[in-house]
């Protein structure tokens, strides 16, 4: 855990995977660690910035980060208000959240990933208006989804 902070500190993002591929005993943190990595790995693949590192790069915060993020796009699948689905947009614009992180959590914690999809659509679209790219992108995967 402390070899995983210190390259944090330093930025040697890179190096991250090399230490969790050795990794015996699994953590909360360690885990998500693992996904920031996938993510930010993603994320650097196709030139996307800002990163899920741009955010924090002190584990601790990216611990909560991931969590908070999480709980937001499961307000989405409850069918909540505007009013609480709003706080995803916000917190999506505060923190630089990108579609590739979104789309992990819609892929690994959603149960109902065609209506989240749908959701976040109208979300983006009420937020930035008719052409929004995400809002695009989320109507196009929820299209794609099979019933």
């Not at 909360?28 to 800002?50: C, G, H, T, W, Y």
């Not at 924090?56 to 009013?83: A, M, N, Q, T, W």
């Not at 109902?112 to 929004?132: H, M, N, T, W």
Request: glycine share 6%; proline share 2%.
């Amino acid at each position: 855990m402390r070899q995983i902070r210190a390259l944090l500190a330093e930025g040697e993002l890179l190096e991250i995977e090399d230490v969790l591929s050795g990794v015996k005993e699994w953590n909360k943190e360690l885990l998500v660690m693992s996904i920031m990595d996938q993510v930010f790995r993603r994320e650097a693949e196709n030139d996307i910035s800002p990163t899920v590192f741009d955010y924090s790069l002190d584990l601790d915060e990216l611990v909560r980060h991931f969590i908070r993020l999480k709980l937001y796009v499961r307000r989405l699948e409850f069918g909540l208000p505007d009013e609480l689905q709003d706080e995803l947009y916000g917190y999506c614009q505060k923190t630089g959240v990108s579609d590739y992180l979104l789309l992990y959590i819609l892929q690994q914690n959603v149960f109902f990933q065609k209506k989240v999809c749908r959701e976040l659509s109208g979300l983006f679209i009420r937020a930035e208006g008719k052409d929004s790219p995400r809002g695009k992108l989320y109507r196009n995967l929820a299209e794609e989804m099979a019933e």
